[in-house]
């Protein structure tokens, strides 16, 4: 994954204001293994995708908010549709994907009675080198609702 777009990833991100991230970026993140590190300690799961599915980038966090399959698991060059387990987030990424589903906002509930959490997905798009990415952001707003 590119330096570009890692760094429009973490300005796209929720977490910080494009001001609090500007000054760090500039001057301490210079390579990728510093962007993957910030990426990796937000509190939202990232997942970029290319236009045909395929896993171009992901933090760590996705890890503790949706299931993924242990059998396939999750890496660069994935098919996303081969790496989430639950059915309705699996075929509304996928149908997003298709356009057969606008990119806005959807929650999902997940869990048991002993624990439910709300899941929502979020999508920003970004151009890097003149080719588009889906950026999934995936947040826990259990406590929000």
């Given at each position: 994954?590119?330096?570009?777009?890692?760094?429009?990833?973490?300005?796209?991100?929720?977490?910080?204001?494009?001001?609090?991230?500007?000054?760090?970026?500039?001057?301490?993140?210079?390579?990728?293994?510093?962007?993957?590190?910030?990426?990796?300690?937000?509190?939202?799961g990232h997942v970029v995708i290319?236009?045909?599915?395929?896993?171009?980038?992901?933090?760590?966090?996705?890890?503790?908010?949706?299931?993924?399959?242990?059998?396939?698991?999750?890496?660069?060059?994935?098919?996303?549709?081969?790496?989430?387990?639950?059915?309705?987030?699996?075929?509304f990424i996928l149908d997003v994907?298709?356009?057969?589903?606008?990119?806005?906002?959807?929650?999902?509930?997940?869990?048991?009675?002993?624990?439910?959490?709300?899941?929502?997905?979020?999508?920003?798009?970004?151009?890097?080198?003149?080719?588009?990415?889906?950026?999934?952001?995936?947040?826990?707003?259990?406590?929000?609702?």
């Open positions: 994954m590119s330096n570009k777009l890692l760094k429009k990833m973490i300005l796209n991100s929720a977490s910080f204001s494009k001001e609090e991230m500007l000054g760090p970026i500039e001057q301490e993140l210079k390579d990728s293994d510093m962007y993957e590190a910030v990426l990796d300690n937000l509190s939202e290319d236009r045909d599915g395929y896993v171009r980038f992901y933090n760590r966090t996705i890890f503790s908010l949706i299931p993924i399959s242990k059998a396939s698991g999750i890496e660069e060059g994935k098919n996303i549709g081969n790496v989430i387990i639950d059915k309705d987030m699996k075929k994907i298709d356009g057969k589903e606008k990119p806005e906002p959807k929650d999902f509930t997940l869990g048991d009675m002993s624990e439910i959490r709300t899941i929502r997905f979020e999508f920003k798009r970004l151009l890097c080198e003149d080719e588009y990415y889906l950026d999934v952001i995936i947040r826990d707003i259990s406590d929000v609702i």
